[in-house]
């Protein structure tokens, strides 16, 4: 089971974390614990994150991850006219 999801910044290692959150559209939805953004899956889109008004900010570079759970690995995300490369790792209990 999956215990969480941290974002790690490629460029200064800047961490954002998301811990479990209910379920989204029939999958598990994450949530940034410091923000109202939510890592979910959306029908015919994918894996991304969100706001609470559903607008997408963050999505996987390579693949849209229509697994069960977010794909590891690049992520891509957009604010304003900037945007930043993350590293998707789950976080799983010892």
Known sequence: MVD???FVRQIDGL??????DGSAHGYPSFKRID???WCQRL???GWCVVTDSGA???RPFDDAGHGDRPP???WVSRKGDRSYVYDLVRV???
Request: hydrophobic share 25%; net charge negative; proline share 8%.
């Open 4 to 6: 969480g999801l941290k």
């Open 43 to 45: 029908p015919d889109f």
């Open 15 to 20: 961490t954002y974390e998301f811990v479990p």
């Open 92 to 94: 799983y209990s010892s």
């Open 56 to 58: 997408v900010s963050s």
């Open 35 to 37: 923000r109202d953004l």
């Open 72 to 74: 590891e690995g690049t």
